[in-house]
């Protein structure tokens, strides 16, 4: 008879704590996921985003440019005139 008021005071203890972590499971009904910005990217794709170029430095043969939108900034290594390689600054 004394595990019955043991096993009550456990489970009631276990749904407290469910109902604390319950509000980190996932993404409320009715809004949009917010995905992190990705660690490489090309110009194009941070340009579709809305990025905006700030600056642009000659690096040897090549140049670097960085891009902002926001609080978050890219540096993008510009390798021809088509291809580019963008890593996130902050």
């Given at each position: 008879m004394q595990a019955l008021p043991l096993a009550?005071?456990?489970?009631l203890s276990a749904s407290a704590a469910f109902a604390q972590d319950?509000?980190?499971?996932g993404t409320p009904l009715g809004h949009e996921?917010?995905?992190?910005p990705a660690e490489q990217s090309?110009?194009?794709e941070l340009l579709s985003k809305g990025y905006q170029?700030?600056?642009a430095v000659p690096n040897g043969g090549k140049f670097v440019v960085f891009m902002q939108k926001d609080q978050s900034a890219y540096?993008?290594?510009?390798?021809?005139l088509t291809a580019s390689r963008c890593g996130t600054l902050n």
């Open positions: 009550t005071a456990f489970l319950a509000g980190k499971l996921e917010a995905q992190p090309s110009m194009g170029i700030k600056a540096a993008c290594e510009m390798q021809s």
